[in-house]
């Protein structure tokens, strides 16, 4: 049994929705009787003082977190659209959330207002009689959609983590499992249901709105609040995942990756999955984080071993096999919402990155290793925190026209996230973790056009890292951004127009 005390929850970040405004007043202390009458009956409003408060309100990431007057547990896409105009109306600046995952750091100057819980968008997912798509609720889980679809002989992709929404990573790009057979979440996209800023509610796919829908994918979160999304499911052809699990102590570290570089050629096969991850493992390596390399497979292990035959030639420390059924295939990984990486307890603090590379350029890496053992070695308090090489099939992806989406990274294969674990009340140490972050994203990086992948992204990375280095990209989401949003109430989360460079300066 692999030791794995912390595996990835970095498909587990979701795009944040939220919202600002030049005025911004008190909520009124009679919310309750205005508002209310405007809801569904199953609509809740919450303030600080209701016992269903701290759960209400917790988030994944404590450290940079919105707080919030009051919320709105909505239960339908009209509660969205009343509880929007509501905050308009007297100049509240609102956020709306679902499974409270993301970890911007801009999600801090969102002080006092309106929070839109979409959680309770769960109603069960509709699959067509055509079996070619499915529509889903704003606030359903990853895992909840996975399970729907897998008894009904279907799968789609979805985030990685069975605790995330499936509606927010496609707002982001979305990467998932079946990429390089399907392409990334925001590929599978039909057509969206926005609330927008005013509180209308359009209608947004291919034919409606359609510039918007180009926006809505992979930038999504600057435009407005999704409470429903339809998209394409597929049969399931083959049930079986397969893992195998070579780690290496720290020395060996260029071994691995030159040989990785090996494999990345981008002609393999699409069920084929290039993954890593940086962790302490007293069992392997009782003085230095340990190096894991897996391979992750959409078939039979006996195929698998047939693909994987040189890597057993690297002669690893420690090996480990499994087979297992998709929906066993996250929590396999440990990214199952029970999970200790998908928990929401409102104990810890987490921090995560996103760095998008095309190749793994070896001295980088060393770079980014030895800074991230050199701190994890020093601080007891870190010891649980990780780094996660995340490598998917890209074939479909890049089969996609760059141009007919706004996810800017099409064209990189790999996606580095170091990822931190801390407890809370203790400032020093959450600055301390600012800094250890920003030294790790500047390390692995390793070129002077960044790239990061949106729903990992801290906050401190040039808007072009994110959202594209050519001038036209962000040329057209900013005219999206004047005709949709001209008030700017989107702009909590990676906004295209950024607010504050503060982090910058680390």
Not at 88 to 114: C, M, V, W
Not at 138 to 161: A, F, I
Not at 319 to 336: I, Q
Not at 458 to 474: F, K, M, N, Q, S
Request: proline residues 5%; contains cysteine; hydrophobic residues 35%.
């Amino acid at each position: 049994m692999m030791w794995l005390p912390s595996l990835t929850i970095l498909s587990c970040v979701l795009s944040a929705i939220a919202s600002s405004i030049d005025e911004r007043t008190a909520i009124p202390s009679d919310i309750l009787f205005q508002l209310t009458p405007k809801l569904s009956p199953t609509a809740k409003i919450l303030l600080p003082s209701s016992p269903l408060w701290p759960n209400a309100s917790q988030r994944w990431n404590e450290l940079s977190r919105p707080t919030y007057s009051a919320i709105v547990q909505v239960t339908n896409e009209r509660d969205i659209s009343e509880s929007v105009k509501y905050a308009n109306l007297h100049k509240i600046p609102f956020f709306a959330f679902s499974q409270t995952h993301g970890s911007y750091f801009g999600l801090e100057r969102f002080q006092d207002g309106l929070g839109i819980s979409l959680s309770s968008l769960t109603r069960k997912i509709d699959l067509d009689k055509s079996g070619k798509w499915a529509t889903i609720g704003g606030g359903m889980k990853s895992k909840d959609v996975l399970e729907y679809l897998w008894k009904r002989g279907k799968q789609t992709g979805t985030g990685g983590c069975g605790c995330v929404g499936a509606v927010s990573p496609a707002l982001g790009g979305g990467h998932n499992w079946f990429q390089g057979q399907y392409g990334l979440i925001a590929d599978q996209v039909l057509e969206f249901r926005v609330v927008l800023a005013d509180g209308e509610v359009v209608v947004v796919n291919d034919k409606k709105h359609k510039e918007l829908f180009w926006g809505m994918r992979g930038a999504g979160h600057n435009f407005g609040i999704v409470s429903e999304m339809k998209y394409k499911v597929y049969n399931v052809k083959e049930p079986k995942w397969s893992i195998e699990t070579f780690t290496f102590k720290s020395e060996r570290l260029e071994d691995v990756y030159k040989y990785a570089n090996k494999k990345l050629n981008g002609k393999g096969d699409p069920r084929l999955l290039m993954w890593g991850t940086w962790f302490l493992n007293p069992a392997v390596d009782a003085e230095k984080p340990i190096v894991q390399f897996q391979w992750i497979y959409n078939g039979p292990l006996v195929e698998l071993k047939k693909l994987s035959k040189d890597t057993h030639a690297l002669k690893a420390d420690a090996y480990s096999s499994v087979e297992v059924d998709y929906p066993e295939l996250s929590p396999s990984l440990g990214y199952a919402a029970d999970q200790y990486a998908c928990q929401t307890d409102g104990q810890g603090n987490r921090l995560l990155r996103g760095i998008d590379v095309d190749q793994y350029d070896v001295k980088a890496l060393r770079r980014w290793y030895d800074a991230y053992a050199a701190t994890l070695m020093k601080e007891p308090a870190f010891q649980t925190s990780f780094c996660i090489l995340e490598g998917y099939s890209t074939q479909a992806v890049q089969a996609v026209p760059d141009k007919s989406t706004a996810f800017a990274l099409r064209g990189e294969t790999l996606l580095f996230a170091p990822a931190i674990f801390w407890g809370k009340g203790n400032a020093t140490l959450d600055e301390k973790a600012r800094k250890w972050s920003r030294e790790m994203y500047l390390a692995a990086s390793g070129s002077s056009k960044k790239k990061s992948y949106v729903n990992y992204a801290h906050g401190d990375e040039p808007v072009e890292a994110l959202y594209g280095y050519e001038a036209w990209r962000l040329e057209k989401l900013r005219q999206l951004k004047k005709e949709y949003d001209p008030r700017g109430r989107f702009s909590f989360f990676n906004p295209v127009n950024p607010v504050s460079r503060k982090h910058s300066e680390m």
